[in-house]
């Protein structure tokens, strides 16, 4: 097996507990508390983690070897495990019962440290995927990457659900320890050359360092580029809606297995659209794939939950997953082709922060709305009264049109994006923009075919 497909094996195990965690956190929540505020506050605070970590996680990338980043990532992943766990044997009776109790949101904080130290491979994969991939088949190999995330949440969503269901929390964070230590001892054994040369004493070297200022400049040097960064984040702002309401929605139609069980059928939805970008790649214009993408998506979410049917939900959802993979490899390799290869790390690092800055608003936000105003809105409210007849009445109904609403905003944003100057400017970026310093000869790195 090539060091690449290695890597990305490496990354399905990591990936399958931490999302496993924190579906399983999310899960257990909304039992234990039966709070759509509670879940909407778990997705808010990784949010907020994933923001405020992404530029120094970036930073980490770019100044170390990636091999040695991914090893920290599960040394932090298995610390805050360890802690969590503890945290969950020594529970004082009925303390994870109160959504707004400090020993609750204590261990929320510890568990979700843990979950985001994974961000840091997030961060380094697309970097090896410019390092050891020729230019030409980077589109391709996005795709793998992008099904090897569909593996993950197909196995995670499965697993969360019969672990909360049979074993709650302990033997979810159990489970996460052992696996984490596996996924490290992998990578001790794994032999990866990256080309990195040893610095040389006669030549000035860069201060280790975040540098946001020298990332923005290389950022507006690219036409469009931030853009394209403003556009996933305005995407990620109206997303929030997802992360904080899409599992209670689910729950209020089917049990937590059932729910699992779908979620990670759906799931399939990613590994289908990855093998197929595997092979017939992206196109000639990524942007246009990524914009073509998100009217399909946004589309798709003005009607999927319009009726209360775990079909219709399915079926969106289905839709949604199917094409995120494009959408990700689409900025995934416009980035990888017009930033240097020294600097991708911080850049990507920089969009994970701007672009996820935007969802912990919405997921914050959106909790609090859709329990004290859109539940009781289309409960006995004036939104029962106008559309209950044909939309239907209760909290279920209530989170249902925030999806719909969110839906409509999203469309109209992406026709407008479709039309702009930046969109072509960008465009144009990429299809003039050679290969950086060979790419920094990534195509003799490349052995194995993707």
């Not at 020298?214 to 992360?243: D, E, Q, S, W, Y």
């Amino acid at each position: 097996m090539s060091p690449f497909h290695q890597i990305l094996s490496n990354n399905l195990v990591a990936n399958i507990t931490n999302f496993t965690v924190w579906f399983a956190l999310t899960f257990w929540i909304f039992i234990e508390t039966q709070s759509v505020f509670a879940t909407g506050m778990v997705a808010g605070i990784f949010l907020v983690f994933t923001a405020a970590c992404g530029f120094w996680f970036g930073s980490i990338v770019d100044h170390n070897p990636k091999k040695a980043a991914m090893q920290g990532s599960s040394i932090a992943s298995f610390f805050f495990y360890l802690i969590s766990t503890a945290l969950v044997f020594l529970e004082p009776e009925g303390a994870f019962a109160d959504p707004y109790g400090a020993y609750l949101w204590g261990f929320v904080f510890v568990v979700m440290l843990g979950v985001i130290s994974g961000n840091l491979r997030s961060i380094a994969l697309p970097t090896l995927v410019t390092i050891l991939i020729p230019e030409d088949r980077r589109d391709k190999a996005n795709g793998l990457v992008g099904m090897v995330s569909g593996i993950g949440f197909l196995t995670t969503s499965v697993i969360s659900g019969f672990l909360v269901a049979f074993g709650g929390m302990k033997l979810t964070l159990i489970l996460a320890l052992g696996f984490t230590l596996l996924a490290f001892a992998h990578l001790l054994v794994l032999r990866l050359d990256e080309g990195r040369v040893a610095p040389s004493a006669d030549v000035p070297q860069e201060p280790k360092r975040v540098d946001i200022a020298g990332t923005i400049r290389v950022i507006a040097a690219v036409p469009g580029l931030f853009a394209l960064i403003f556009f996933a984040t305005f995407n990620n702002f109206l997303g929030g809606v997802f992360m904080a309401l899409l599992d209670a929605y689910g729950l209020s139609l089917v049990s937590v297995e059932v729910w699992g069980l779908t979620f990670g059928a759906l799931s399939t939805a990613f590994i289908i659209s990855g093998i197929i970008i595997s092979k017939t790649g992206l196109g000639k214009n990524p942007l246009r794939t990524l914009l073509t993408v998100n009217i399909i998506t946004w589309s798709v979410c003005c009607v999927f939950t319009v009726q209360s049917s775990i079909w219709l939900l399915a079926a969106g959802c289905f839709v949604w997953m199917f094409l995120g993979p494009y959408a990700e490899a689409s900025e995934h390799t416009t980035l990888q082709k017009v930033v240097p290869l020294e600097r991708q790390g911080r850049v990507f690092g920089f969009a994970q922060s701007v672009e996820q800055s935007a969802s912990p608003l919405t997921a914050f936000m959106i909790g609090p709305l859709t329990q004290f105003i859109f539940i009781p809105l289309m409960t006995d409210g004036a939104g029962a009264d106008a559309i209950g007849d044909w939309f239907g009445r209760g909290p279920e109904r209530g989170i249902a049109l925030v999806f719909t609403i969110a839906g409509f905003i999203g469309l109209i944003v992406t026709i407008i994006a479709f039309n702009s100057r930046a969109y072509r400017d960008l465009s144009a970026a990429y299809a003039t923009q050679g290969d950086d310093e060979g790419d920094n000869d990534g195509a003799a790195m490349a052995a194995s075919p993707v």
